[in-house]
């Protein structure tokens, strides 16, 4: 059996390995983290959608209070002008009283447009959610748009979401519970691992990293059938003797370090140790 001290390419090949237990591992999650961003984009795109239909009922209610108190503020000056005709002195102050009753009756006009506008587009979101309705009813599902989704629709997928949100964190949380001696152990030794490598061997802890980042999980790879194991690139006649002889070649397909299978061999219970 080989050693450390004779072929330094051992630690990469035990970083791979102790790589590989701890991914292992975290493959338990059952891709739950990902679940569990998806659902939170989901819970605030929704929680958005309410905000938002929410805010446009109480702006319209409010424009419409706003509007009736200024028709019921003209109503009274009216009123008001209308008595004081009854005491004009002469024609020029009736005139004048009759041109503010002239203005404030447009102000009235003014504001019952408003709100016949207000409603007539409440009407229409009102139409729009209808719509949704029977798309949804005939599962036409394609031909929902964002306006047409009925708001308790959205409130009962809102719920929903936020309980599955509850239950998958909680599995999550427990999955992470029962294995977190495990992965801790796991890192304290990738973590020295990683500093052995980098005394020994630091540009192939470089190659190692880069490829580790662009998501190649399997960086060091068995020479198998004459062929790089990650991606079945043969490999050159010229460079299988260095191999065998405890050597490595970077897979000029994948970027792989490809080396003899007999050093995985020899560390197959590295973590055992």
């Known amino acids: 059996m080989a050693t450390v001290e004779k072929n330094p390419l051992l630690h990469i090949v035990k970083l791979q390995l102790l790589d590989d237990e701890l991914d292992a591992i975290l493959s338990e999650q059952k891709g739950l983290p990902e679940e569990i961003s998806a659902l939170e984009e989901q819970i605030a795109q929704l929680t958005r959608q309410l905000e938002e239909r929410t805010r446009r009922i109480e702006e319209n209610q409010a424009k419409r209070i706003a ?85 308790d629709e959205l409130k009962k997928n809102l719920a929903e979401c936020q309980s599955e949100l509850k239950r998958k964190q909680k599995e999550l949380d427990t999955i992470i519970k029962n294995t977190q001696d495990d992965v801790n152990a796991l890192k304290r030794k990738i973590k020295k691992q990683r500093e052995i490598v980098e005394l020994h061997a630091k540009h192939l802890l470089i190659k190692y990293d880069q490829l580790r980042r662009g998501n190649i999980q399997n960086v060091v790879v068995k020479f198998s059938r004459n062929a790089c194991s990650g991606c079945n690139t043969r490999v050159p006649a010229s460079r299988h003797a260095f191999i065998y002889q405890g050597g490595f070649y970077s897979c000029e397909t994948c970027g792989r370090i490809v080396v003899h299978e007999r050093l995985f061999e020899e560390l197959t219970v590295v973590t055992s140790e």
């Open 67 to 151: 509007l009736r108190a200024e028709i019921k503020e003209s109503q009274e000056k009216i009123k008001k002008y209308k008595e004081a005709q009854t005491k004009a002195r002469n024609n020029k102050e009736y005139d004048a009283l009759s041109k503010q009753i002239e203005f404030e009756e447009q102000e009235i006009k003014r504001a019952e447009s408003q709100i016949r506008a207000i409603e007539a587009l409440e009407e229409q979101f009102a139409q729009l959610e209808k719509k949704g309705k029977e798309l949804l009813a005939e599962n036409r599902l394609d031909e929902l748009t964002a306006d047409m989704y009925p708001t």
